[in-house]
């Protein structure tokens, strides 16, 4: 019994010097993470799916981090920035590229040379698309992904009219599109016009440039009047009103670009690289190939459109919110990103790896970045679309001549922007 009594004394002494031992070690504690904002659109399922998956991989990596996500669809850019002005701007956010002279311009952007080094591989980045988000000799944005514009044709319609190939350059197009615009039933009415035209200033800009025209002069102020930029936009106005081979979204009941192209309303179409998953979702019958937009006065053409990550300058967490933009727009994040194809690398790595280069869809895109014209207007951009589209749309229908529309549209952007300046 006495040797019972000692061994459960011996186990409550050794028990309290364990606990004794515990409670003198120091207490280890977790970090509470770091919380930072990414505030964005979302313009599809896939992409938000896309994302999600790519912020908690981001944060597997990063535990000290959490990323809030913020979906700003509706008046994106005014919300921005009315959140800078107030302070209350996400860490990180999207800006378009046809938004950056603004705010690039406005000191509420951070610099992000100072964050990069020779590991992120700067270089890999396609150069024309890295520009546009380059102001007085810093970056302000990474891009995450970028879209050129290609020729969509219809392969079934080129052979029911004897068309062997695509067209090469615009001359050509234009007499392709007279060749597939067709009455079947003989009764007036067109049921598949040869070519789909989109006459915002986004999709004729490129045809300015063409002739050496420009949308905006150094000081932000409208040029798309000139004698050069009239050249360009005739091409527009002789096909839609003496050729008659080109429709309009709303002359034959579409929404866009891309649908009137999966009906069968026109049989080639001047789109980009969300048209191809949104064809092969939405009409997978169509049988469709893309090659680069004609040329047009013997130059090739076409246009870039990108967004970036930038950085709040007023962030109180700019080392996290580097961290989210590096990873985002690393080999490994954009490889990710990019990988179902509804979005186009910035980095020529990730696209090679990824065969876009190759990809029969995707290499007349990817080919167009070389030369492509930025998407950007200025710092008032606005102004400058909306008044340039309103005249323009005009004149396409008859209703002014197109240098009347053009030079009307010219003054009154320039007018309100020197009350701007």
Known sequence: MMIKVRQFWGLVVAIAILILACHSLPLQRTAIPVTIKLSGWIASPTEQK???????????????????????????????KTRLVGEAAPDVFYLDAIDAPFLMSQNVLEPLDGYITPAFDLKDF?????????????????????????????????????????????????????KLTRDSNFDGRIDQYGFGEIPEL???????????????????????????????????VDQYRIDRSSAQKSDVGTDSGGEMFGQGKVAMVIEGNWAIPYLQET?????????????????????????AYV?????????????????LTSKEGMSKWAKTGFALPTRKSVAQKLGYDKD??????????????????????????????????????????????????????????????
């Open 50 to 80: 896309l994302l999600r998956q790519l912020l908690q991989d981001f944060e597997l990596q990063h535990p000290e981090i959490k990323v809030k996500h913020e979906v700003i669809n509706d008046q994106y850019m005014d919300v921005i």
């Open 283 to 307: 009409f997978p019958q169509t049988d469709f190939a893309t090659v680069e937009v004609p040329k047009i006065y013997n130059t090739k053409n076409t246009m870039v459109f990108t967004v």
């Open 202 to 236: 986004a999709r004729q800009a490129y045809k300015i440039k063409a002739f050496g025209g420009k949308l905006v002069d150094g000081n932000s102020y409208a040029t798309f009047a000139s004698t050069q930029a009239l050249q360009g936009l005739q091409l527009t």
């Open 126 to 178: 396609e150069e024309k698309v890295l520009n546009s988000f380059k102001f007085k000799n810093h970056i302000y944005g990474l891009p995450k992904d970028y879209s050129t514009l290609a020729l969509f044709y219809n392969k079934k319609a080129l052979k029911a009219a004897n068309l062997n190939s695509p067209p090469t350059n615009w001359e050509e197009l234009r007499n392709y599109a007279q």
């Open 360 to 421: 029969p869809l995707r290499s007349a895109l990817v080919a167009g970045v070389d030369y492509a014209m930025p998407w950007q207007a200025g710092k008032y951009p606005a102004v400058v679309m909306n008044n340039f589209d309103n005249q323009f749309v005009s004149a396409l229908l008859g209703q002014q001549s197109l240098q009347q529309a053009m030079q009307r549209a010219q003054a009154e952007a320039n007018k309100l922007i020197k009350v701007m300046e």
């Open 311 to 327: 950085m709040n300058k007023q962030s109180q967490h700019k080392a996290e919110a580097w961290k989210l933009i590096s990873y």
